[in-house]
């Protein structure tokens, strides 16, 4: 049987939690001091220690100076109260998760349904690590480069414990393929992921998406509708464009990730949220603050765990193994094998990727059905920079979307130049201006340029269409409020 170790001096806590664990089929010792834990851990090593904090002998975090002596064992925190201090303490001192009191039933059901011992997934990272040069992929991701091993090792590190991820990154970059990979090398593997792109639901839905609604809670809820935090519990939840959620629905989210639980719509009944939360966005986070775009103490409640991800003209030593991965994919739904030339390969490491590794694979397919014979070369792939007129334009959009480059003007200063160091149409702007204003300037010029066709304008800048259109919505709202100031 599982066996389990308490470690608390709360005399009436312990003997309730005794209780609660002993019915869920575990065998369990206790210990009320520090030197009693480690008698305890040394004669039979428990796999899963709940750790109070405050012990008559010190603190329970001596528990890890030992590394050894909890090594082989999941620890769960119990303290008086969750906050962002105890979610860095648990991360950086290896412990899984943690219970507050007074403790949930359910929770605490969920927690001893995940045990799993360090061990085991150590071991699993391990085979990934070692399988990752023959193989070139980790879990759901691509690449060799040194950026990649880097998210690698990060994955790696937070996978195994409870605390919240934010993922930040360009659009196509694989930020969900990250969240994906952390949920299947979690405790929660078993259980759902569920990814949530929160600029594609109506805003007048998507509190209903996320937290659920009763029946009649509004005109056409005819039946009762469970949202994401139910349909997710005990999984991952993966947020995406979480900056383009509601702020009124931010402030909820904050409030369910501080008390772990939420009502639905139309409802006054509570429930338990058991799950962890994933969050991503393509928007620099800071910048989205200062635009008010997403809550300050929402940020730093979910970024506990930074990720961002390397655009692909960073990793272009990644192309070829990308490409070709893409192209046995497609392939094995076609049915017919093709390969690349070395000069399509070569070629394909020119370009600036300004889409990332989704652009790349959309790349790969039309090469693949434009591709005669069984050899794909390099006539129906984007060229380099050099060769493509419009590549500079895409890169110059790129790297403004990550506020790399030189700073841009107001808006009504941007205009289109042509210079003899470019090939393509740019646009020039004074120094001084915020990002918001880069932003903006380049999505309108560049809009303008490609005729004001969207799903080419949103392809070159390397966003979502949604995100676009909500981005020119924002403006569209910016410049009336602009025109009824003038006026009055």
């Given at each position: 049987?599982?066996?389990?170790?308490?470690?608390?001096?709360d005399?009436d806590?312990v003997?309730?939690?005794q209780?609660?664990i002993?019915?869920e089929?575990?065998?369990?010792?206790?210990?009320?001091?520090l030197r009693?834990?480690?008698?305890?851990?040394?004669?039979?090593?428990p796999?899963?220690?709940?750790?109070?904090?405050?012990?008559?002998?010190?603190?329970g975090?001596e528990?890890?100076?030992?590394?050894?002596?909890v090594?082989n064992?999941?620890?769960?925190l119990i303290?008086?109260?969750?906050?962002l201090?105890?979610?860095?303490?648990?991360?950086r001192?290896?412990?899984?998760d943690?219970?507050?009191?007074?403790?949930?039933?359910?929770?605490?059901?969920g927690?001893l349904?995940?045990?799993?011992?360090?061990?085991?997934?150590?071991?699993e990272?391990?085979e990934?690590?070692a399988n990752?040069?023959?193989?070139?992929?980790?879990?759901?991701l691509?690449g060799?480069t040194?950026?990649?091993?880097r998210i690698y090792?990060?994955?790696?590190r937070v996978?195994?414990?409870s605390?919240s991820?934010?993922?930040?990154?360009?659009?196509?970059?694989g930020?969900?393929?990250?969240?994906q990979?952390?949920?299947?090398?979690s405790?929660r593997?078993?259980?759902?992921?569920?990814?949530?792109?929160?600029?594609?639901?109506?805003?007048?839905?998507?509190e209903?998406?996320i937290?659920?609604?009763?029946?009649g809670?509004?005109?056409?809820a005819?039946?009762q509708?469970?949202?994401?935090?139910?349909?997710?519990s005990?999984?991952?939840?993966f947020?995406d464009?979480l900056?383009?959620?509601p702020?009124?629905?931010?402030?909820?989210?904050?409030?369910?990730?501080?008390?772990?639980r939420?009502?639905r719509v139309g409802?006054?009944t509570?429930?338990?949220a058991?799950v962890?939360?994933i969050?991503a966005?393509?928007?620099?986070?800071l910048?989205?603050?200062?635009?008010?775009?997403?809550?300050?103490?929402?940020?730093?409640?979910?970024?506990?765990?930074?990720i961002?991800?390397?655009?692909?003209r960073d990793?272009?030593d990644d192309?070829?193994?990308?490409?070709d991965?893409?192209l046995r994919q497609?392939?094995a739904?076609?049915?017919?094998?093709?390969?690349?030339?070395a000069?399509a390969?070569?070629?394909?490491?020119?370009?600036?990727?300004?889409?990332?590794?989704?652009?790349?694979?959309n790349?790969?397919?039309?090469?693949?059905v434009?591709?005669?014979a069984?050899v794909v070369?390099?006539?129906?792939?984007?060229?380099?920079?050099?060769a493509?007129?419009q590549?500079?334009?895409?890169?110059a959009?790129?790297?403004?979307s990550?506020?790399?480059?030189?700073?841009?003007?107001?808006?009504?200063?941007a205009?289109?130049?042509?210079?003899?160091?470019?090939?393509?149409?740019?646009?020039t702007?004074?120094?001084?201006?915020?990002?918001?204003q880069?932003?903006?300037a380049?999505?309108?010029?560049t809009?303008?340029?490609?005729?004001?066709?969207?799903?080419?304008t949103a392809?070159?800048?390397?966003?979502?269409?949604?995100?676009l259109?909500?981005?020119?919505?924002?403006y569209?709202?910016?410049?009336?409020?602009?025109?009824?100031k003038?006026?009055q």
């Amino acid at each position: 049987m599982t066996h389990a170790l308490i470690v608390d001096d709360d005399i009436d806590s312990v003997a309730t939690l005794q209780e609660l664990i002993a019915s869920e089929k575990f065998t369990v010792s206790v210990a009320h001091t520090l030197r009693d834990a480690r008698r305890h851990i040394a004669l039979q090593q428990p796999d899963v220690v709940l750790l109070d904090l405050q012990l008559p002998d010190g603190n329970g975090m001596e528990l890890f100076q030992d590394p050894q002596l909890v090594a082989n064992s999941e620890v769960v925190l119990i303290t008086g109260h969750a906050s962002l201090d105890t979610s860095i303490q648990a991360l950086r001192l290896g412990a899984a998760d943690y219970l507050v009191k007074p403790i949930n039933i359910k929770q605490l059901q969920g927690v001893l349904s995940r045990v799993m011992k360090p061990a085991a997934l150590q071991a699993e990272v391990s085979e990934l690590n070692a399988n990752l040069a023959n193989t070139g992929h980790f879990g759901l991701l691509w690449g060799r480069t040194h950026p990649m091993q880097r998210i690698y090792e990060q994955i790696s590190r937070v996978a195994g414990t409870s605390v919240s991820v934010f993922i930040n990154g360009e659009s196509g970059t694989g930020k969900e393929l990250v969240a994906q990979t952390v949920h299947d090398l979690s405790r929660r593997r078993k259980k759902p992921f569920l990814a949530v792109n929160c600029g594609a639901i109506s805003p007048n839905l998507i509190e209903s998406e996320i937290f659920g609604h009763e029946k009649g809670a509004f005109t056409g809820a005819d039946k009762q509708h469970e949202g994401f935090f139910e349909r997710a519990s005990g999984g991952t939840l993966f947020l995406d464009e979480l900056t383009e959620m509601p702020m009124e629905l931010q402030v909820k989210l904050l409030r369910v990730l501080e008390t772990g639980r939420f009502m639905r719509v139309g409802s006054t009944t509570t429930l338990d949220a058991d799950v962890r939360v994933i969050a991503a966005s393509n928007r620099p986070l800071l910048q989205a603050v200062q635009a008010g775009k997403l809550r300050e103490d929402l940020l730093y409640r979910l970024n506990v765990f930074p990720i961002e991800m390397p655009p692909l003209r960073d990793r272009l030593d990644d192309v070829p193994l990308l490409a070709d991965h893409f192209l046995r994919q497609i392939a094995a739904k076609e049915g017919k094998n093709k390969r690349f030339t070395a000069k399509a390969l070569a070629q394909l490491q020119t370009y600036h990727w300004p889409g990332n590794v989704r652009e790349l694979r959309n790349a790969v397919q039309r090469a693949y059905v434009m591709a005669v014979a069984d050899v794909v070369d390099e006539q129906w792939l984007p060229k380099g920079e050099g060769a493509d007129p419009q590549s500079t334009a895409a890169s110059a959009a790129a790297a403004t979307s990550l506020g790399v480059g030189v700073p841009a003007a107001a808006p009504a200063a941007a205009a289109f130049v042509t210079s003899a160091e470019s090939s393509g149409p740019s646009i020039t702007m004074p120094l001084g201006s915020s990002m918001a204003q880069v932003e903006k300037a380049f999505i309108l010029a560049t809009l303008q340029h490609y005729k004001h066709h969207k799903e080419q304008t949103a392809a070159v800048l390397g966003i979502s269409l949604k995100t676009l259109y909500n981005r020119l919505k924002e403006y569209a709202a910016e410049d009336a409020a602009a025109a009824d100031k003038a006026e009055q």
